[in-house]
C-alpha cells in the first residue's frame, strides 16, 4: 500500500466518523437515536464496573492464596530431618 492510498483511506475514514458524529450529535433523529443507546450503555458501564471489582476480588483471593503456599513451603523446608546440634540433654 503506498502513501497515497494510505492517506486517501485515512482521509475517507475521518470523513466517514466525522459524519456520524455529526448525524447523532446535531439533528433531531440523532438525538433520539442517542437517547435510546444512552440507557443500555449506562447498563454496560455498571456491569463492566461490577466485573472489575469481581476480577479485583479474584485477585486479591489468588494472592492470598499464593502468600499461604509460599508461607507452607517456607516453613516445610525449615524443618530439619535431623535433631539440632545444640539439642539440650534428654534427662
Not at 486517501?8 to 475514514?13: G, K, L, N
Request: aromatic letters at 8%; zero cysteines; charged letters at 20%.
Amino acid at each position: 500500500m503506498t502513501d497515497n492510498s494510505r492517506a486517501v483511506a485515512v482521509t475517507v475514514v475521518g470523513a466517514v466518523i466525522g459524519g456520524l458524529a455529526g448525524y447523532v450529535l446535531f439533528t433531531d433523529h440523532g438525538r433520539a437515536v442517542r437517547r435510546q443507546f444512552e440507557p443500555a450503555l449506562d447498563n454496560f458501564v455498571r456491569e463492566l464496573n461490577s466485573f472489575r471489582v469481581t476480577v479485583e476480588k479474584a485477585a486479591g483471593a489468588a494472592g492470598e492464596g499464593w502468600k499461604l503456599l509460599n508461607e507452607a513451603m517456607d516453613a516445610g523446608s525449615q524443618r530439619s530431618r535431623y535433631p539440632s546440634v545444640h539439642q539440650t540433654a534428654p534427662f
